[in-house]
């Protein structure tokens, strides 16, 4: 009996440490010292004698964020389904970045805002984890690149990578040009993983050697944000972490937005302000105040205008949601992988791309250690992060779908799966068991069909009629009626 997306999505998911790993190839090669290509380094030094690793990047991790990063400077989360593939992949990995100084908020000083109105749900039990961590992209990164770079079988290289070796069916190599050089540097390598981000240019190098290059699925989301930092002081706001979503309303002239803050190391607030399509933060300082005391609730105008701004406002846009469907491809050379923005890249605010690349060396060490044939495509490998790809696609696209500027592409059956989403989402605001079912699939613990599920579907539904009885009864009491 096949195995449903959901419970292959559990299963990519799982903390438990890989059984069977054995050294199955001499050397791998990755493309980019990205969160992807750090995890995947990880994962294949439990399969190759030697792992290289070709970065773009020659400055130090440990300097702030990585020029081929230009969003590293952004709010980032690191979802819990994340911080489990982190632990997975480096025990320790959580004490040691609490020890380093990354920041635990406590359950009360969260808050979550819909509509401008502050979201009081019932709580959700401990996901596994005994903490959740914040921090700001390059702690983390540089957190994970020194566990990495610990490994005795793991090297980099500075330079530029320049194409793939081919050999009849197969890629056996890759071509870099190192920093400082003109010549370029030939590698072979058994297997090569493109993690360089969304502006790989894997496709072209198929394409050129006379390969299909992967289809390329886009949304245009025209997403444009901006983010400063500030000295946290209590006195200000006690909050440690804040989200706020605002849906457009054109007939009430309302435009979507989403916003947030938190602390990170360092005892500082970072803070993102954002806007779509023609609504565009910018780089000047009373703008972002203004945007942050009347397009949020209270806490996000209060450290904008009360605390101290360390540094400028950063700003960043993004024109679109991207996946390329390598599962789709009728032909693709053996010894060739791609993992994280590589393969998709989601609207940045749902913060759904480093746990996806964690997710992705999970798969990468589910078909690594399943024996494949060296001279055979890693299709098994591309319909395990397909399974990935899915449910972050759509958890973030139904959400965007709503924005007036967005005009598809639309999956099938979505004004049926937008209703269920709808009423599901108005059920998790006072009932326990569908906020538990919500939050693991928010956090990609969970693939958003179980939200899906007859029980789950039919709860929300009762809850709905229940809350409708009540209204109608209030209205036929109150005042206004008699």
């Known amino acids: 009996m096949p195995t449903s997306v959901s419970r292959q999505f559990s299963d990519i998911g799982t903390p438990r440490p890989p059984e069977g790993a054995k050294v199955i190839m001499r050397r791998a090669v990755v493309l980019g ?83 401008g109105v502050l979201r009081t749900a019932p709580p959700v039990p401990p996901t596994g984890q005994a903490t959740t961590l914040v921090s700001t992209r390059p702690f983390l990164e540089a957190m994970v690149r020194h566990r990495t770079m610990a490994i005795g079988k793991i090297r980099l290289v500075v330079g530029r990578a320049e194409g793939l070796i081919f050999d009849g069916d197969r890629v056996t190599g890759a071509r870099y040009v190192p920093e400082g050089a003109d010549e370029i540097v030939t590698e072979s390598a058994d297997l090569v993983v493109d993690a360089m981000g969304r502006s790989s240019r894997l496709g072209d190098w198929l394409e050129e050697n006379g390969w299909p290059r992967p289809p390329m699925l886009r949304m245009p989301i025209k997403l444009n944000y901006a983010t400063a930092l500030f000295r946290r002081d209590e006195r200000i706001s006690d909050v440690w972490v804040a989200v706020s979503t605002a849906s457009a309303d054109e007939a009430r002239g309302k435009v979507a937005r989403i916003g947030g803050f938190h602390v990170v190391e360092g005892d500082k607030w970072i803070m993102l302000v954002s806007g779509y399509d023609d609504d565009r933060p910018t780089r000047d300082v009373e703008d972002f105040t203004r945007r942050a005391r009347a397009h949020f609730p209270t806490p996000f105008g209060d450290i904008a205008e009360r605390a101290e701004m360390i540094g400028e406002v950063i700003t960043y846009h993004q024109a679109d949601s991207r996946r390329r469907d390598f599962h789709k491809l009728d032909r693709l050379p053996a010894g060739l992988v791609a993992a994280g923005d590589a393969v998709a890249s989601f609207n940045p605010v749902y913060g759904q791309g480093m746990t996806s690349a964690a997710l992705h060396a999970s798969c990468l060490s589910a078909y690594l ?114």
């Open 33 to 115: 010292a990205s969160m992807a290509g750090l995890l995947a380094a990880r994962v294949l030094s439990d399969h190759a004698d030697e792992v290289l690793i070709i970065e773009r990047d020659g400055s130090d991790v440990d300097d702030g964020p990585r020029p081929g990063a230009p969003q590293g400077s952004q709010v980032h989360a690191l979802l819990p389904a994340g911080q489990l593939q982190l632990e997975r992949w480096y025990p320790g990995f959580t004490e040691a970045a609490i020890a380093a100084g990354a920041v635990v908020p406590p359950p009360d000083g969260v808050r979550f805002y819909v509509e």
């Open 369 to 482: 250690r399943s024996g494949p044939s060296p001279d055979a495509p890693a299709r098994a490998y591309f319909e395990q992060v397909r399974v990935v790809v899915d449910a972050a696609w759509q958890t973030s696209t139904f959400s965007d779908l709503s924005l007036p500027h967005v005009d598809g592409p639309y999956p099938p059956a979505y004004k049926l799966t937008k209703w269920i989403s709808d009423v599901v989402f108005a059920a998790s605001m006072t009932d326990a068991a569908v906020n538990r079912r919500l939050d693991a699939v928010m956090t990609m613990r969970a693939h958003p069909n179980t939200l899906m599920r007859p029980g789950t579907v039919l709860r929300a539904l009762w809850l709905s009629a229940v809350r409708g009885v009540a209204r109608s009864r209030r209205s036929e009491v109150s005042p206004a009626a008699g």
